[in-house]
C-alpha cells in the first residue's frame, strides 16, 4: 500500500496515512464511527521533498497495515509550526472537505498578478498558521507580502488564507447589498471595510478574532493562497457552475 | 330509465355516457399503468434498494388494511341498521313507489351499506394503488434517467396520471351508479358513499402523514444533524422508511384527501340537485354536475398525455411542461362547460358558478405560490429573519401563516358571495347550490392535480434510489431537476387540496340545513322552527357553545396528530442511534436493519387512527345529543372556521419555512452550514409535522364531522324534540364523552398504560 503525507490546516499538523486523498479527506471529517463530523482542509505533500526534514525511521514502522490488513488511517508526524517547516515546492493539490465527508481537489496553479483586481475591497480568512479573518484593502499578492515580508512588527513565515466573497460590498460597504452574505453582524463588517477608506492609511482590520473553525464553501472568492513575500500559490476555486459539473457530491452536500 | 322520471332522450344518453367516461377514464389509467410497467428497473443494485422501499410499503398498506377493514365492517352495520332509526325520506318513497315501508328500509339500508362500502373501496384503491404504482414507477424513474430527461419526465407524469385518473374514474363512477340505481332517491344512500371514502381518507391521512413525518424527522435528525450523513445515506437506518413515507404521505394520503373531496363535492351538489328537482322538476340540476365532471375527465386525460419534456434538463423545463398539460385541460375544460351550458341548459348560471370554481382554483393556488414560494417576498423575508437566528424566522413565519389564513379565508369567502350574486333573489337552497357547483368546478383538474401531486413523491424515490445505487453524475442531475420539480408540484396541490376541502364542508354545510329541514317537514315541524326558515342562530347560548366547541376541534387533532409525530420521531432517533453503534454498519460493511424503522413508522401510524377517527366521529354525535340539532350546525360552523383558519396557516407556515431553508440552501446568506442555514432548518423541522401531519389531516376530518351529521341529524331531530330532555340522547351523549375522553388518552400517552414523567 502506498503512504501518502498530508499537511492539515485546521489544525495545523504534519500526518501519513495509507490512505489516498478522497478517503483520508471522508476519514478526516467523519471519523471511523460517524461519531463526529467537521470540515477538513488539507494539501498532499511530495514525500520525496521532505525526506530529509521528518524521522523516516518512525514513519515506516509506524504506518503500517492494521493486523486485519486494512490501511492505517492516520500517523501524526508533526504538529507544530509544521506550515513553516514543509516547502512550498513539496505542496501538491489541496483538498477541502464537507462535514459529511465529500472531498474537492483544487490543484495548484501559477498566480497571475496581473489579474488582480486593486480597486476592491476584500475579505480574507487566513487559516494557517494564524485565523483571524481580516477585511483589506490590499489584493491577495500584497496582503500576503505585507504579512511575511518583515516590514511591519508583525510577521508570519508563511500564510494560508481564503479569500472570502463580499459582493456589493467590496465596492460599495456602507449601501452594499448583503442578501447573499452569510455574516451575523453585518453592521460590524460595514464599519470594518468603511475604516479601510478612512482618512489615515489603514491596509487591513481584523472582523473576527479566531476561525469558526468551518467555512462556507459557497462563500470563497477566487480561492486559496498559500505564501511568503513574493513567493505564492494559488489555488482557484471554480464557480458554482463549474463545480456542479467538476464534483456533483461535492456540490450538492455545500 | 325508471330512476330518471321525465328525462329527455338527451339527459338518459348524457348519463349513460359520464358512465362511459368514468371506465374510459378508468381504462386510461390501466392504459398507462401498462406504459410504466413495460420500462425496465435498472441495474441489479437499484432493484436492491427498490426492493427495500417495496418491501417498506406493502409492510404499511397491508397493517393499515388489518386496522381499517374491521371499521369498515363495523361501520358498514351501522349504516344499514341506521334506515331502521329514520325512515327513508319522500323521494325514496317516490322512487321506490310500490314497495312496502320495510322492503323499502331494506332496500335504502342495502343501498347506504353498499354505498358506503363503495366509498371506503374506492378511497382505499386510489390510495393503494397510487402508492403501488407510485412504488413500482420510481425505480423505473432511476433508470429512465440514466437516458434523457424527458423519459424520465414522461414516465413520472405518466405514473402520477395513473393514480389521478383512478381517483377520477373511480369518483365519477360511483356517484354516477348510485344515481342511476336510486334516482331521485340517491341522497339517502349518497351519504353512506360520501362517508366511507371521506373516513377512509381520513385514515389514510392521518396514518401518512404520522408515518411520513416520524419518518423524515427521525431519519434526519440523527442522520443529517448528528452523524454528518448526506440525505438518502444507505447506513442510516431509517432511510428507507423515510422513502416509504413520501409514498404513504404525498400519494396515498392526498390521494384518498382530494379524492374525498371530489367525491364529497359530488355528493353535496347531487343532494342539492334533488332538492331543487323536486322543486322545479328539471333534471339539469343533477345532469349538468355530472357532464361537468365528465368533460372534466376527458380534458385531464388530453391535458396529461400532452406532458412530454426534452431530452435535456433545463431551468424549470419539467413544470412548463406539466403547467401545459394543466392549462390545456383548464382550456378545453371551460370551452366544453360553456357551449354544454349554452345548447343544454340555456342559461349561464350553473356555468358561471363552475368557472368560479376554476378561478378559485388558480387564485388560491397563487396565494399559495406567493406565501411558500422562494421567488416570492415571505419566504425571501422568512430566510432573511434566520440572520437573526430560529427565533425570528419562526415568527416571521408565523407570520405569514396567520396572514395566508386570512387571505385564503377572504376568497373563499368572495366566491360563496359569487355563488349569493350568480342567484340573485333565488331561496337559499340555489345558492348552496352554486357553492357546491363552485367545488365541482374547482374539481374539475382532479386527474391532472392529483398527477402532480403523486409526482412529487415518484420523483423523490426516484432521487433516493439513485444516490443509494451511486447512479452517475448526469443521471443525479436529472433526478435533481425533477426532485424540485416535484416539491413544488406538491405544494400547488396542497393548496387546491385544503381550498376544495373548505369549499366542500360548505357544501355539505348547505346539505345539513336541506336535509335537516326535509325531515323537520316530514316530522311536522311548523315553518317558524324549520331550520331553512330559522338559521343558524348563534345569539343561542346552545348554538354558541356548539360554535365554540366545533372550533376547539382541528386544534384537538392537531395537538395529537404532532404529538404522535414527535413521539413516534423520538423513537425512530433511538433506532437509528442504536443501529449506528452495531459494528460494521457505519463501515458498512454490515447492513442496517431498515426494516425496523419502517416498522416502528408504520406500528406508530396506525395506532393513532383508530382514537382520531372515533374523535371525528363521535364529537358530533355528542354535540347533537346534547345541545340539539342547531347546536350541530353550530358545532360544524366551528370545525369548519377554525378547520379551514389553522390547516391553511400550517401549509403556509410550513411550506414557507420548507422553502425558506431551501433558498439558503441554493446559496442565501453562506448556503448549507452557515448559521442562517442551522436557524431554517429548525424553522423546516418544526414546519414538517405542520405542514405534512397535522394541516392535511384536517380536510378529511371536517368532512367526516361534517357527513357525521348529516347522517345523525334525522335521528336527533327524531329523539330531540326542541325543549323536551331525552334519556336515550343524554346516555348517548354520555356514552360518546366517555369514549372521546379514552381516545384523548389512549392518543396522548400512545396507549392506556401510565407513562411515569421522566427528566
Known amino acids: ?254 | 330509465m325508471v330512476s330518471l322520471p321525465g328525462a329527455t332522450p338527451f339527459e338518459v344518453i348524457a348519463i349513460w355516457s359520464v358512465l362511459v367516461i368514468a371506465f374510459f377514464g378508468l381504462a386510461y389509467a390501466m392504459f398507462l399503468r401498462r406504459q410504466v410497467m413495460a420500462c425496465d428497473k435498472g441495474t441489479e443494485k437499484m432493484q436492491e434498494v427498490w426492493d427495500g422501499i417495496r418491501i417498506g410499503a406493502n409492510a404499511y398498506l397491508k397493517r393499515q388494511l388489518k386496522t381499517i377493514i374491521p371499521l369498515i365492517f363495523i361501520f358498514t352495520i351501522i349504516l344499514f341498521l341506521s334506515v331502521y332509526v329514520v325512515p327513508p325520506t319522500e323521494e325514496s318513497k317516490l322512487r321506490f313507489a310500490g314497495y312496502s315501508d320495510e322492503s323499502l328500509k331494506l332496500v335504502i339500508g342495502f343501498g347506504r351499506a353498499v354505498a358506503f362500502i363503495m366509498g371506503s373501496l374506492f378511497s382505499l384503491m386510489v390510495g393503494q394503488f397510487g402508492m403501488r404504482m407510485a412504488v413500482q414507477a420510481n425505480v423505473r424513474v432511476a433508470s429512465a434517467s440514466r437516458r434523457s430527461f424527458g423519459e424520465a419526465l414522461k414516465l413520472a407524469y405518466r405514473a402520477g396520471t395513473v393514480t389521478g385518473m383512478l381517483t377520477d374514474g373511480l369518483g365519477l363512477l360511483g356517484g354516477t351508479i348510485i344515481f342511476i340505481i336510486f334516482g331521485v332517491a340517491s341522497p339517502d344512500t349518497l351519504l353512506g358513499f360520501g362517508f366511507g371514502g371521506t373516513l377512509l381518507a381520513l385514515f389514510m391521512r392521518v396514518g401518512g402523514g404520522i408515518y411520513t413525518k416520524a419518518a423524515d424527522v427521525g431519519a434526519d435528525l440523527v442522520g443529517k444533524v448528528e452523524a454528518g450523513l448526506p440525505e438518502d445515506d444507505e447506513r442510516n437506518a431509517a432511510v428507507i422508511a423515510d422513502l416509504v413515507g413520501d409514498n404513504v404521505g404525498d400519494c396515498a394520503g392526498m390521494a384518498a384527501d382530494i379524492f374525498e373531496s371530489y367525491e364529497v363535492t359530488i355528493v353535496s351538489t347531487l343532494i342539492l340537485g334533488v332538492v331543487l328537482f323536486t322543486q322545479t322538476h328539471q333534471l339539469s340540476w343533477i345532469i349538468f354536475p355530472l357532464l361537468v365532471r365528465g368533460i372534466g375527465v376527458l380534458s385531464s386525460i388530453i391535458g396529461t398525455y400532452l406532458v412530454k419534456g426534452q431530452k435535456e434538463a433545463k431551468d424549470n423545463n419539467a413544470l412548463k411542461a406539466i403547467n401545459k398539460g394543466f392549462y390545456s385541460s383548464a382550456a378545453i375544460s371551460i370551452t366544453a362547460f360553456g357551449i354544454l351550458a349554452y345548447f343544454y341548459l340555456g342559461e349561464w348560471r350553473s356555468f358561471l358558478s363552475v368557472v368560479v370554481g376554476i378561478l378559485l382554483a388558480i387564485v388560491l393556488d397563487e396565494i399559495t405560490k406567493h406565501f411558500t414560494d422562494g421567488n416570492y417576498r415571505p419566504v425571501k423575508d422568512i430566510a432573511k429573519n434566520s440572520k437573526t437566528g430560529a427565533a425570528t424566522l419562526l415568527l416571521k413565519g408565523m407570520s405569514y401563516g396567520f396572514e395566508v389564513a386570512v387571505w385564503q379565508t377572504l376568497v373563499i369567502a368572495i366566491t360563496i358571495f359569487a355563488s349569493i350574486m350568480i342567484y340573485n333573489g333565488q331561496p337559499i337552497v340555489y345558492v348552496l347550490y352554486g357553492v357546491a357547483m363552485t367545488g365541482i368546478g374547482m374539481l374539475t383538474l382532479t386527474g391532472n392535480n392529483v398527477a402532480m401531486d403523486a409526482f412529487g413523491p415518484i420523483a423523490d424515490n426516484a432521487n433516493g434510489i439513485g444516490e443509494l445505487s451511486h447512479l452517475d453524475k448526469d443521471a443525479r442531475k436529472i433526478m435533481d431537476s425533477l426532485d424540485a420539480t416535484g416539491n413544488t408540484t406538491k405544494a400547488i396541490t396542497k393548496g387546491v387540496a385544503i381550498g376544495s376541502a373548505v369549499i366542500a364542508a360548505v357544501a355539505l354545510f348547505g346539505s345539513f340545513i336541506t336535509d335537516v329541514s326535509k325531515v323537520q317537514i316530514q316530522m311536522g315541524f311548523e315553518k317558524s322552527a324549520q331550520l331553512i326558515e330559522t338559521g343558524i342562530r348563534i345569539s343561542v347560548p346552545m348554538v354558541f357553545i356548539g360554535l365554540l366547541i366545533g372550533g376547539t376541534i382541528p386544534w384537538l387533532f392537531s395537538s395529537l396528530t404532532i404529538n404522535a409525530v414527535t413521539r413516534a420521531a423520538a423513537e425512530i432517533v433511538e433506532e437509528v442511534r442504536r443501529q449506528f453503534r452495531i459494528p460494521g454498519v457505519i463501515e458498512r460493511t454490515v447492513k442496517p436493519d431498515y426494516q425496523k424503522a419502517v416498522d416502528i413508522c408504520t406500528v406508530s401510524a396506525q395506532r393513532e387512527l383508530v382514537p382520531l377517527a372515533l374523535i371525528a366521529v363521535l364529537s358530533p354525535l355528542l354535540i347533537g345529543s346534547l345541545l340539539g340539532v342547531e347546536a350541530l350546525g353550530g358545532f360544524l360552523a366551528g370545525v369548519i372556521l377554525s378547520g379551514q383558519l389553522l390547516a391553511v396557516f400550517m401549509a403556509g407556515a410550513g411550506g414557507a419555512w420548507d422553502n425558506a431553508k431551501k433558498t439558503i440552501e441554493d446559496g442565501l446568506y453562506g448556503g448549507k452550514g452557515s448559521e442562517a442555514h442551522h436557524a431554517a432548518v429548525v424553522g423546516d423541522t418544526v414546519g414538517d409535522p405542520l405542514k405534512d401531519t397535522a394541516g392535511p389531516a384536517l380536510n378529511p376530518m371536517i368532512k367526516v364531522i361534517n357527513l357525521v351529521s348529516l347522517l345523525a341529524a334525522p335521528v336527533i331531530i327524531a329523539y330531540q324534540k326542541p325543549g323536551q330532555s331525552s334519556v336515550g340522547m343524554l346516555i348517548t351523549g354520555a356514552i360518546c364523552l366517555v369514549i372521546i375522553i379514552g381516545s384523548i388518552t389512549f392518543s396522548k400517552r400512545g396507549g392506556f398504560k401510565k407513562v411515569p414523567f421522566e427528566m
Not at chain 1, 509544521?82 to 490543484?107: C, H, Q, R, W
Not at chain 1, 463580499?166 to 447589498?177: E, M, R, Y
Not at chain 1, 489615515?200 to 477566487?222: A, D, N, P, W
Request: glycine fraction near 6%; charged fraction near 25%; charge should be neutral.
Open chain 1, 1 to 254: 500500500m502506498s503512504k501518502f503525507i498530508y499537511l492539515t490546516a485546521t489544525p495545523e499538523a504534519l500526518i501519513a496515512s495509507m490512505l489516498p486523498p478522497v478517503d483520508f479527506g471522508e476519514y478526516l471529517s467523519t471519523g471511523t464511527k460517524k461519531r463526529n463530523k467537521g470540515q477538513a482542509i488539507f494539501f498532499e505533500v511530495d514525500l520525496r521533498q521532505i525526506e530529509k526534514l521528518i524521522d523516516m525511521d518512525s514513519l515506516n514502522q509506524r504506518c503500517v497495515p492494521k493486523p486485519d490488513g486494512s490501511p492505517k488511517n492516520s500517523v501524526y508526524l508533526s504538529v507544530y509550526k509544521v506550515l513553516e517547516m514543509i516547502p512550498l515546492s513539496a505542496l501538491k493539490s489541496l483538498y477541502i472537505t464537507t462535514d459529511n465527508g465529500f472531498t474537492l481537489e483544487l490543484k495548484r496553479t501559477p498566480y497571475d498578478l496581473s489579474k488582480e483586481n486593486k480597486s476592491k475591497l476584500y475579505l480574507f480568512q487566513e487559516l494557517c498558521p494564524v485565523s483571524p479573518m481580516v477585511a483589506s484593502e490590499l489584493a491577495p499578492s500584497a496582503f500576503l507580502k505585507r504579512l511575511t515580508d518583515g516590514s511591519t512588527p508583525i510577521v508570519l513565515p508563511k500564510l494560508f488564507f481564503v479569500e472570502l466573497n463580499l459582493g456589493d460590498l467590496a465596492t460599495n460597504p456602507l449601501k452594499g447589498s448583503v442578501d447573499y452574505l452569510p455574516f451575523a453582524n453585518v453592521a460590524h463588517l460595514r464599519d470594518c471595510l468603511e475604516a479601510l477608506k478612512g482618512a489615515y492609511e489603514k491596509h487591513m482590520k481584523t472582523v473576527q478574532r479566531v476561525f469558526s473553525g468551518s467555512l462556507l464553501y459557497r462563500t470563497i472568492g477566487s480561492g486559496f493562497y498559500i505564501g511568503s513575500r513574493d513567493d505564492i500559490i494559488f489555488y482557484p476555486y471554480p464557480s458554482l457552475t463549474e463545480l456542479e459539473d467538476i464534483n456533483y457530491e461535492f456540490f450538492r452536500s455545500i
